[in-house]
């Protein structure tokens, strides 16, 4: 078993494969204090690391300087009032009005496996893979249990935490901060890691040195966003891709949140993550209870790219529950920048059919096919066929394009409602909005109620009504605004505070609701590109639409950011028209074909108009998919270089779990004039294997490869790029 108690210290003790993380109550009044995060130690008792034998001492030997001892010791789940000034991560008020809650150790119990979260997206695992610990904290004055939770993956350096929060009392509590994680980190000779962007430019990496103060990253647009990102690192100074100590977190939810690094006045570091408090309140009457979602913890001694490994087998074995997460994804072809909003049977057929003849395996029908949508400000919520447009309906065109051997996609933004559409007209209270305030719009459009039940029905049965009607086989989900105006006509005052929680909590629902009814349906989640690509959204899709600009150069930064936490296999990546729509940038098709093969691979224009030379590379691109995705899907990710940090070129590569295949990926980004080659180093081979350069012939041994390198030529041009097969004799 991966936990193990020592009753006479009363110290936890989580052991994964390389790490080790300890907890432990202090004093007689059951203080639950962090003792250790770190490399894998065989010792339980590291209560010295407590520092309780130092002034000010514990407050059973030293109860004049308690408030001392509150704002210095390493807090497992610190609250708010009691006299620690550091981040807390719990926060209450009780009918009388007082904040201060002080939680103590009440008990606790040690279980094989690892229990769902009732509403929530969170990993799960069988009884051999895993063990929970419950610690069962209680603040007896307010009538408040909390009871800790922390799973440890026994194979990987994973600990997934998260806290149910338990109003014993014969009075209502309402909390106004309810975080799932906190971590003491000893020292401040730290560096922080996160992800950053906007749309189109989504999460590019940061890193700076840890302060006195507080750093803080957080999304308040009821997503996770394409601003910031509910993930962020702690990391060694001298922390490589390859070396040095990495403390990964990453939020398994997809509304608002806060992700925190403080440095404190005696040199320690606190990290916290949750959901964000603004906007946020809950009401809990006597008896109810309320569960955080998930934090995923990494701990890696190899560096950010072994934490990045830890998470994508996490993410990919632990996380995602699709059918598809180990298949092939059918190589599809969208319509959108072919078309925009100007198209009908005729024109989608005529795509389709000189696709299937190219060996493109689906075709995905995106907006503009339902209500009168020809533009962008109108029929949302309208979810009915256009006949206009699909003279016959869907079934006719669908089962036109089954004939061409090709399965059939489409697009909804469910979330949404137009003021000119048919539902707004009748329901007009849907939308989110404040009584007596015009609501804000965006993109000319409202966004649903999804905290009431009558609404998530509607959309439910809307959405699935056309799933029924014909055999559709994928489903883009899309959401093109964040929300604001928030309020509700289902939600009574003084619960008004819980509607960005429970519309996550609706949004959540349905989408479960989805695949348990089509449970062979490929669902690919987005928002606006990339607003809500996080763990949360995984869980009820394999991928995610990776950002709406799909030039390759820009690609090559945005994925390199997500794949910094999220497996190859769910980041949407097609080859797109050029010059590139969002950029207006040109790069060879051939390129693009590269960077998108670093994802789910497939198609963004109109195969009827392109030219014949980039049309004939597309069986090419087909094979090559089928040739490698295997690879690329299951095996180990290895960053070599960053075109974000030197502004020249990117590599990557991608290593069989048997270390008897791996794919290079080389793109040029920016010729240099009078150069000579570049070496490039791999990584993660066997050291005692001989390895084929499919490209040359060349047989080198992994140790050469690794350490010596191989020669890439100057490629004679910008944008240029190569892929190198490597193959074990």
């Known amino acids: 078993m991966g936990i193990v108690f020592n009753s006479e210290k009363r110290v936890f003790k989580l052991d994964s494969a390389n790490a080790s993380y300890l907890c432990g109550v202090a004093d007689e009044e059951g203080f639950l204090g962090h003792i250790y995060f770190g490399k894998k130690v065989p010792d339980t008792d590291l209560t010295y690391l407590l520092r309780i034998n130092e002034p000010p001492f514990v407050p059973s030997q030293n109860n004049r300087e308690r408030l001392s001892f509150y704002d210095t010791f390493p807090m497992e789940y610190p609250t708010a009032g009691i006299g620690d000034y550091r981040e807390s991560c719990l926060r209450i008020r009780t009918k009388s009005g007082h904040e201060v809650c002080h939680l103590l150790y009440e008990s606790h119990e040690i279980r094989q496996g690892k229990e769902a979260l009732p509403g929530l997206p969170a990993t799960f695992g069988t009884q051999e893979e895993c063990s929970t610990l419950k610690i069962t904290m209680a603040d007896k004055a307010a009538g408040l249990k909390v009871i800790l939770s922390y799973t440890v993956f026994e194979k990987l350096d994973v600990i997934a935490r998260s806290v149910k929060i338990v109003n014993a009392s014969d009075d209502d509590i309402t909390l106004t901060r309810a975080l799932s994680v906190c971590l003491e980190l000893d020292g401040t000779d730290y560096d922080i890691l996160s992800l950053h962007g906007s749309w189109s430019r989504e999460r590019r990496i940061q890193r700076h040195a840890v302060r006195l103060g507080t750093y803080s990253t ?24 390859d070396m040095g100590e990495v403390y990964g977190l990453n939020f398994v939810y997809s509304g608002n949140f806060t992700a925190q690094v403080q440095g404190t006045q005696f040199d320690n570091t606190r990290v916290t993550m949750g959901i964000h408090p603004d906007h946020f309140s809950w009401l809990l009457t006597p008896g109810q209870e309320f569960q955080t979602p998930e934090v995923i913890m990494v701990y890696s001694c190899e560096g950010i790219g072994g934490m990045t490994r830890t998470f994508h087998d996490l993410y990919r074995n632990h996380l995602i529950r699709s059918p598809y997460k180990n298949k092939k994804r059918p190589i599809l072809i969208n319509n959108w920048e072919a078309t925009y909003f100007d198209f009908n049977t005729e024109k989608l057929l005529s795509i389709a059919k000189e696709a299937s003849k190219l060996g493109i395996e689906m075709l995905v029908m995106d907006d503009g096919w339902f209500g009168k949508r020809n533009l962008d400000n109108c029929a949302l919520g309208d979810w009915t066929v256009n006949e206009e447009k699909l003279p016959g309906g869907l079934k006719r065109l669908v089962d036109e394009v089954n004939k061409l051997g090709m399965k059939f996609g489409i697009w909804f933004e469910p979330e949404m409602i137009s003021p000119d559409s048919d539902l707004y007209r009748a329901h007009p209270d849907w939308a989110i909005q404040v009584p007596g305030k015009t609501p804000t719009m965006g993109r000319e459009q409202y966004v649903l109620d999804f905290s009431r039940r009558e609404i998530l029905d509607y959309v439910y049965e809307s959405v699935a009504k056309v799933l029924r009607s014909a055999n559709i086989e994928y489903v883009k989900w899309d959401m093109n605004r964040s929300l604001s105006d928030l309020g509700s006509f289902g939600l009574s005052p003084e619960r008004q505070s819980e509607f960005s929680h429970r519309y996550v909590l609706g949004l959540y629902e349905i989408q479960e609701r ?42 090559l930064t945005i994925q390199q950011g997500t794949a910094m936490v999220y497996p190859l296999s769910a980041m949407g990546a097609h080859v797109s028209d050029c010059p590139n729509h969002v950029v207006g940038r040109n790069t060879p098709f051939e390129t693009r074909g590269y960077v998108a093969l670093a994802g789910t691979f497939g198609y963004e224009l109109d195969v009827t108009k392109i030219s014949e030379e980039d049309r004939d590379l597309i069986p090419e691109q087909v094979a ?72 040359t012939g060349q047989i080198l041994s992994g140790s050469t490869l690794m350490n010596a390198g191989i020669q890439i030529e100057n490629l004679q041009g910008d944008f240029k790029g190569k892929l190198i097969h490597v193959l074990a004799e």
């Not at 957080?218 to 891709?241: I, N, Y």
């Not at 270089?641 to 590599?651: F, K, S, W």
């Open 624 to 695: 090559m998919y089928h040739k490698y995705n295997d690879l690329v899907r299951t095996g180990d990710y290895y960053r070599i270089a960053g075109y974000g940090e030197n502004h020249l070129y990117d590599a990557y590569m991608v290593v069989a779990k048997d270390k008897k295949e791996a794919l290079v990926t080389y793109i040029q980004v920016l010729a240099r004039p009078n150069y000579h080659s570049r070496r490039i180093r791999l990584k993660g081979l066997s050291e005692n294997l001989n390895y084929r350069i499919e490209e």
């Open 218 to 241: 957080g999304s308040v647009r009821g997503e996770s966003s394409h601003q910031e990102h509910p993930f962020l690192a702690v990391t060694s100074k001298d922390a490589t891709e």
């Open 514 to 555: 989805l695949i348990q009814e089509f449970p062979n349906l490929l669902l690919e989640n987005c928002s606006g590109g990339g607003a809500r690509f996080d763990a949360g959204m995984l869980f009820y899709s394999p991928q995610i639409w990776c950002s709406d600009n799909m030039d390759a150069v820009e690609r």
